[in-house]
Nanobody, 121 residues
Framework: QVQLVESGGGLVQPGGSLRLSCAAS????????MGWYRQAPGKERELVAR???????DTADSVKGRFTISRDNTQNIVYLQMNSLKAEATAVYYC???????????????WGQGTQVTVSS
């Protein structure tokens, strides 16, 4: 099992910044892609950004130029730097990864519990 623990959410004013972190732990053999999704009230969960082990990224058009995803492969941590935040960014942000554990020896998808981001004045 891979556990994903997010941190860094909170309340921020429009135009402000937040940095989310997500650390993967457990009996990890390897972690492949890692990413961030978000779900606003009444809406479906959507991709915000994801990053491969090699550093290739895929970012939603709605946040391009303002949000940056990065990762530390040595510690299995993924970050999401969010700048110039807008009210529509208010959502629960979920960390996601595809990982393989020593016990199961198969690549599976894992999710964190989510962290609330609220953009409001």
């Amino acid at each position: 099992q891979v556990q994903l623990v997010e941190s860094g959410g909170g309340l921020v004013q429009p135009g402000g910044s937040l940095r989310l972190s997500c650390a993967a732990s457990g009996s990890i053999l390897s972690i492949n892609a890692m990413g961030w999704y978000r779900q606003a009230p009444g809406k479906e969960r959507e991709l915000v950004a994801r990053i491969t082990t090699g550093g290739s990224t895929d970012t939603a058009d709605s946040v391009k130029g303002r949000f940056t995803i990065s990762r530390d492969n040595t510690q299995n941590i993924v970050y999401l730097q969010m700048n110039s935040l807008k009210a529509e960014a208010t959502a629960v942000y979920y960390c996601n990864c595809w990982g393989t554990t020593w016990r199961r020896l198969k690549t599976e998808e894992y999710w964190g519990q989510g962290t609330q981001v609220t953009v409001s004045s």
